[in-house]
C-alpha cells in the first residue's frame, strides 16, 4: 500500500458505535474529575510553570471559587455531550473545562501524578471529531439511523492512539532525560515500595527482596515507555506494547493502591487491546450481510493491520 492509499484510509468512515463508547469512557472520566475535592497544598508556588494556565494571577488560581466554577460548567456540559444537545459547542467546552479543572490541581499540589494527561487529549480529539461530523450527526439521530449512519472517520482512532503513544513515549524519556538510563536500578523503587507502597501487595514483596527483580522492572517500564510511539504502526507493535504498559500499569496499581493510574488503564486497554478491530469486524459482517460494498473496505483494512 503506498502512502497516498494509507493516507486515504484516514478519511474512511464506519459505524460509531466504537467512537460512541469512546466518548462516554472519557465523559465519565470527565464527571469523575469533577467530582474530586479539590486540593490546595500550603507554601509559594514555583516559579515554573506546571500546566500552560500558570501565568494566570495568584489570587484566580488559588481560589477555590475559580476551581468550582470550572468543575461545574465540566459537569453541565458533560451532561450535555452525552445527551447530544448543543454539538459541538459543549463538547468543546467540556475539553477546554476538563483541561482547565485538572490544570488548576497541578498548580496547587506539591506533586501531582499524570492520571488524567491522556483523557484531556482524547477529549480534544474527539471534541475535534464533532466539530467536523455534528450536522450529520444531529440528522442521523433524528432519523433514527445514528448507530447505522458512517460517522466515524478512522483519523480519531489513529490520532487517539497516536497521542497515547508519544503520551508514554514522553513519560519513559523525561525519566531518562532527569536520571539517565540509571533511574532503573532499582534501588529507587525498594525505597517508593518501602515509603508508599501498599503492605500486603504481592508485587512489593518480592520488590523489597530482590533487587534485581526490581531492576527489572523498572527498567521494562522504562524501555517499554519509551517506545510506546510504535504504537502508531500496525496492530502487532500496539499490541505487543499495549499488553506492556498494561502490565506497568497493573504493578503500579497493585502496589501503590491510591495513584489514580486506573483511568490510563482503561485507556490502554480500549484503545491499544484490538477491541476497535473488533468492533470493525463485527461491522463488515453485518454489512456483508446487509449486501452493503463497504464492507469490503473494512475487510481489506483489517488486513492491513491499519
Known amino acids: 500500500m503506498n502512502l497516498a492509499e494509507r493516507f486515504n484510509r484516514w478519511f474512511e468512515r464506519s459505524r460509531p458505535t466504537y467512537g460512541i463508547l469512546t466518548t462516554w469512557i472519557l465523559l465519565s472520566f470527565a464527571v469523575a474529575l469533577a467530582l474530586l ?29 475559580t476551581t468550582h466554577v470550572c468543575r461545574v460548567v465540566l459537569v453541565a ?13 459543549s463538547c468543546w467546552l467540556t475539553a ?39 450536522r450529520e450527526w444531529q440528522a442521523a439521530r433524528q432519523a433514527g439511523r445514528l448507530r447505522e449512519t458512517c460517522l466515524y472517520p478512522r483519523w480519531v482512532f489513529l ?23 540509571d533511574w532503573g536500578n532499582g534501588l529507587s523503587l525498594q525505597l517508593w515500595v ?4 501498599w503492605s500486603h501487595s504481592p508485587f512489593g514483596y518480592f520488590v ?5 527483580f526490581a531492576a527489572i522492572l523498572q527498567t521494562g517500564a522504562m524501555v517499554i515507555e519509551s517506545l510506546s510511539f510504535l504504537t502508531w504502526f500496525g496492530k502487532w ?31 490502554v486497554a480500549w484503545l491499544l487491546l484490538p477491541v476497535e478491530a473488533w468492533f ?3 461491522e463488515s459482517v453485518s454489512r456483508e450481510v446487509a449486501g452493503d460494498p463497504g464492507a469490503v473496505q473494512v475487510e481489506a483494512a483489517l488486513a492491513t493491520g491499519s
Open 194 to 197: 518501602y515509603l508508599w507502597g
Open 208 to 212: 523489597l527482596a530482590h533487587r534485581t
Open 37 to 65: 475535592p479539590p486540593v490546595f497544598h500550603e507554601g509559594p508556588r514555583a516559579e515554573t510553570m506546571a500546566t500552560m494556565f500558570g501565568w494566570l494571577p495568584e489570587a484566580v488560581v488559588r481560589s477555590p471559587w
Open 237 to 267: 507493535p500496539r499490541l505487543i506494547l499495549g499488553v506492556g504498559i498494561l502490565g506497568f500499569y497493573t504493578g503500579v496499581l497493585g502496589t501503590f493502591v491510591d495513584y489514580g493510574f486506573h483511568f490510563n488503564w482503561i485507556l
Open 96 to 134: 477546554l473545562s476538563f483541561t482547565m479543572v485538572w490544570a488548576l490541581r497541578m498548580e496547587n499540589v506539591a506533586n501531582g501524578a499524570h492520571i488524567f494527561h491522556a483523557t484531556t487529549w482524547l477529549l480534544w480529539i474527539h471534541a475535534a471529531w464533532m466539530q467536523f461530523v455534528h
Open 280 to 282: 470493525r469486524r463485527r
Open 77 to 89: 456540559s458533560a451532561l450535555l455531550w452525552f445527551a447530544g444537545r448543543l454539538l459541538p459547542w
Open 159 to 181: 490520532l487517539s492512539v497516536f497521542a497515547l503513544g508519544v503520551f508514554h513515549t514522553w513519560a519513559g524519556l523525561t525519566k531518562i532525560a532527569e536520571s539517565g538510563l
